[in-house]
């Protein structure tokens, strides 16, 4: 650094610590990160630029600004996330959409949701946080647009580093490479602004295949900048992968993933094709949809998952109060509505694995949704036919992730009995004591069996309690899980009896909520995979240990003398 702009940095930074103009400061602080630019350090001309951001935001919401000031600042904001741009993806982000008219850009209307997320992939990539990402969101979210931008990024930050983008298809493929070239060559976004030196210097449709360079006079390397292709197809000599290794829906749709052997195969065509390709220090975005457990993000979740080095995203379209999480605004998001109405023209596993980001397995479902009893609430009389037995099995849970579930069963005679209504929540006592009473209440429930287990037993008195308090008579009782076997045992056992129970009709639950997450639990129930709850199962197997299945004892009337 000469001792010029030293000199001048020095004042600088002298003028900014008396300025008392909000405007006057930002145009020295505009200043002082360029000197520092030219000065060749980097470091703190990102240091000023993030200031100089967040001094902007407070003054152009300011009201004593003129318009001229506030176009003015508009633009030097512009320069200092193009400063910050090669170092951090937000900004990238920010400044390539900048002068796109408001309305078409992508990030910025969803920036609220998807800041944090950008911030994960920065740093894996500028501080090395992480060797492994994978990145799961409904369908229309932005995940693949953030992707392939963050694709673009990272070509931009290193030209000389060759990557590979890899999806199911060949379609697929042609996709990424056409995308790719239609930001690199468009004019309303501002790549070359961020990244000035960057050339193409190579071009291959056949091959998808672009090849980028700092310096226009240099020639293809021996592996370009960016190779795209399917996951099938060969790539045997065509590339190495250096720098990102980016695989964006590996699993075509549910044909696939309700395929152990397609599965399979697809993981083993990862390998061989794909990750094969990589070297040493090369990193990896998964990006897609939760399919099954056997998917390539669920292997590698089951190899990486715990280990710091890999980063796992998985945002579902509602949050656990049955909100959309990507109520993003201005026309480009999904209200809880829509997805609540999306939710009832899918079909259970779609949803789930679409949407809510729950992997299903097909193959091990103990009790598949197409196999359940239906019946409508309007179909049976309780008044004039009322059942012989009203009762209720409690599997008690205390806050944390587990449900506290319970089914409440009507049946009459031996006959097969009726889910007529749940509980199924989670919280602590203090939330779930009062819907337990209410629903005990609201269908005269005889009798409530509730699991003794792990404080069990002190609940079922305070509802015995509450009960009696209240006037509400139910004959609460506890019961003891044996400890000889486990509960999967236990479910697969009573799992004929569960097979027998009438469920209601899925435009025939109650309003609450509960009973349809009681039944999202029960399908997704597998019997060969790992369950993230079991708890809806865990007390149908409780209900069929408890209804009634024996009622060829008879009553006969005797004289008191012969007692």
């Known amino acids: 650094m000469n001792d010029q702009l030293k000199s001048q940095i020095d004042i600088l930074q002298k003028s900014i610590s008396l300025s008392e103009g909000h405007y006057d400061k ?8 360029s000197a520092w630019l030219l000065a060749g350090d980097n470091a703190n001309a990102e240091i000023v630029a993030c200031d100089f951001n967040e001094q902007a935001t407070i003054f152009l919401r300011e009201q004593g600004a003129t318009l001229e000031q506030k176009e003015d600042v508009l633009q030097k904001m512009f320069d200092a996330y193009v400063t910050l741009a090669p170092n951090d993806f937000h900004s990238f982000l920010m400044a390539l959409e900048w002068e796109r008219d ?7 209307p969803r920036l609220s949701i998807l800041r944090p997320i950008t911030d994960d992939m920065s740093d894996m990539i500028v501080k090395d946080k992480y060797d492994m990402m994978m990145l799961s969101m409904p369908p229309g979210t932005g995940k693949s647009t953030l992707g392939l931008f963050y694709l673009m990024w990272v070509i931009g930050r290193e030209p000389d580093k060759c990557n590979l983008a890899v999806g199911y298809s060949t379609p697929m493929a042609k996709s990424f490479f056409s995308r790719v070239g239609s930001i690199d060559e468009s004019l309303d976004y501002t790549y070359h602004k961020i990244f000035p030196k960057l050339t193409r210097i190579y071009t291959s449709a056949k091959e998808l295949e672009y090849d980028f360079s700092n310096n226009q006079a240099d020639v293809k390397k021996p592996f370009s900048s960016l190779t795209c292709a399917s996951v099938g197809g060969s790539l045997t000599g065509r590339t190495r992968c250096e720098r990102l290794l980016y695989c964006d829906d590996l699993v075509e749709g549910a044909e696939t993933a309700m395929s152990p052997l397609r599965l399979e195969k697809l993981w083993e065509l990862y390998n061989s094709n794909a990750r094969s390709r990589k070297k040493d220090g090369c990193k990896e975005l998964h990006i897609g949809t939760r399919w099954s457990l056997n998917d390539p993000i669920g292997k590698l979740t089951a190899i990486y998952g715990e280990k710091s080095r890999c980063k796992i995203i998985s945002l579902p379209a509602l949050d656990e109060n049955d909100e959309s999480n990507f109520d993003y605004g201005y026309g480009v998001g999904f209200s809880t509505a829509m997805y609540h109405d999306l939710r009832l ?6 949803w789930n694995a679409l949407y809510m980001q729950r992997p299903i397995e097909a193959e091990g479902l103990l009790f598949p949704v197409d196999t359940l009893r ?14 012989d037995d009203i009762f209720a099995f409690c599997d008690v849970a205390f806050g944390g992730s587990d449900y506290l579930s319970m089914p409440i069963m009507a049946q009459w005679g031996t006959d097969p009995p009726l889910v007529l209504d749940v509980v199924f929540m989670r919280g602590s006592y203090e939330r779930t004591q009062p819907a337990v009473v209410g629903k005990i209440a609201q269908w005269g429930v005889m009798r409530a069996v509730f699991e003794a287990n792990n404080g069990g037993d002190f609940y079922a008195e305070d509802i015995k309690r509450i009960c009696k308090d209240q006037g509400i008579p139910c004959y609460v009782t506890t019961q003891r899980a044996g400890t000889r076997v486990s509960k999967e045992a236990r479910i697969i056992q009573h799992s004929p009896a569960i097979k027998t129970f009438g469920f209601r009709k899925s435009d025939d639950y109650p309003t609450d909520g509960m009973y349809r997450d009681f039944i999202q639990n029960l399908i997704t129930y597998s019997a060969e995979g790992s369950n993230e709850h079991d708890d809806a199962p865990d007390s149908c197997a409780g209900v069929a240990s408890i209804m009634r299945t024996n009622t060829r004892a008879k009553i006969r009337v005797i004289a008191r003398r012969f007692l």
């Not at 930002?26 to 990160?33: I, P, S």
């Not at 408001?102 to 910025?108: I, L, T």
């Not at 023209?345 to 779609?350: K, V």
């Open 345 to 350: 023209t899918q079909n259970t596993i779609a």
């Open 102 to 108: 408001p309305s078409e850009r992508f990030y910025q």
């Open 374 to 387: 239906r019946y409508s609430i309007d179909d049976i009389d309780l008044h004039h036919n009322a059942p």
């Open 26 to 33: 930002l145009v020295m602080l505009d200043a002082l990160r």
